[in-house]
């Protein structure tokens, strides 16, 4: 298998619930796959946060929102207004609760604004069980799975497009590969040649690298279905609003504590566990990793402004 040399991170802009407290802000994350950005979640504030990191907010290609709660939303049109202003020509997808698109019109007809790049608004429909694909490019594919929150909320499942197999141009030159040939090769299939002569892929391409995976889950119950999507990926991201001294509230809410993400990911095999979506009554979070650790050992708070990479 190949080394990855392409980049696949993401950086947390927001990692507070619903009241931004402590030096936190509302929920937001920003996926870079190979310098093609996805923002996750567009809580109050997310547009300053964006600048503050030094994002070129321009690049944002499709913005994913989860729920209608507003934490999750609340900066969606303070950002969209911006983009307008820096120029912004390129069209942008926006997958989101049906809601939403009339909340954006809204806002946009009472200030008599327009924006001089088109919006196209995606209705989010996750399944009752598994999920479901609902974007595709060149470098993303994304799913969507249901959640179980006080109101309707929806996880995401981020891949890597499967690549092409790695072509080896010394190994080729020996056999005097021609230039016509390599991209069958790089396909996977083997080329047989006039003269009855046959190159085998694999004698001259390497396996393409492991396609990464990212699954996003807030605002939700502990569920088995997410141990089910999320089974193997590379990184989680689970809410963790509560410790456990307070599960009583995180279950009349529909939240999560730490030591129950921890438990997703343990027996989801993933590699690492972020947690976030704090309340605000924590100005410390030392006891979210005291809880997760000794369940879960690779586990990271999603402290605002870090970028994790996935390996």
């Known amino acids: 298998m190949t080394a990855h040399k392409s980049k696949f991170s993401v950086t947390i802009l927001g990692s507070n619930s619903a009241l931004p407290a402590n030096g936190r802000n509302p929920t937001s994350q920003l996926l870079n796959i190979n310098n093609h950005y996805y923002l996750i979640d567009c809580g109050e504030g997310t547009q300053m946060q964006l600048r503050k990191y030094g994002v070129k907010m321009q690049r944002i290609k499709a913005i994913f929102i989860s729920h209608m709660h507003g934490d999750h939303y609340f900066g969606l049109v303070g950002l969209l207004n911006s983009l307008h202003l820096l120029g912004r020509k390129m069209p942008l997808e926006i997958y989101a609760p049906e809601a939403l698109e009339a909340i954006v019109q809204l806002q946009l007809d009472a200030s008599g604004g327009r924006l001089q790049f088109p919006i196209q608004f995606h209705v989010l429909n996750a399944p009752d069980q598994g999920s479901t694909v609902i974007y595709n490019d060149s470098e993303l594919q994304a799913k969507v799975f249901r959640l179980k929150h006080r109101i309707p909320c929806c996880g995401f499942l981020f891949s890597e497009q499967i690549k092409e197999r790695t072509y080896l141009p010394e190994k080729g030159a020996s056999y005097n590969v021609k230039i016509e040939e390599i991209p069958y090769l790089k396909r996977g299939e083997d080329v047989t040649r006039e003269d009855g002569t046959t190159l085998l892929s ?75 979506h704090f309340s605000a009554r924590y100005a410390s979070l030392d006891q979210h990793l005291e809880e997760s650790r000794p369940i879960f050992a690779n586990t990271e708070l999603t402290v605002e402004g870090k970028e994790f990479e996935i390996n």
């Open 202 to 276: 694999s004698d001259f391409t390497d396996d393409p690298p492991k396609v990464r995976t990212y699954a996003y889950c807030t605002d939700t119950l502990p569920l088995k279905r997410t141990v089910e999507i999320a089974q193997g990926v590379e990184c989680l991201y689970h809410e963790a609003t509560f410790l456990e001294t307070e599960i009583e509230r995180s279950k009349q809410t529909f939240h999560s504590t730490a030591k129950q993400a921890a438990q997703i990911a343990r027996d989801a095999k993933v590699d690492q566990l972020l947690i976030g």
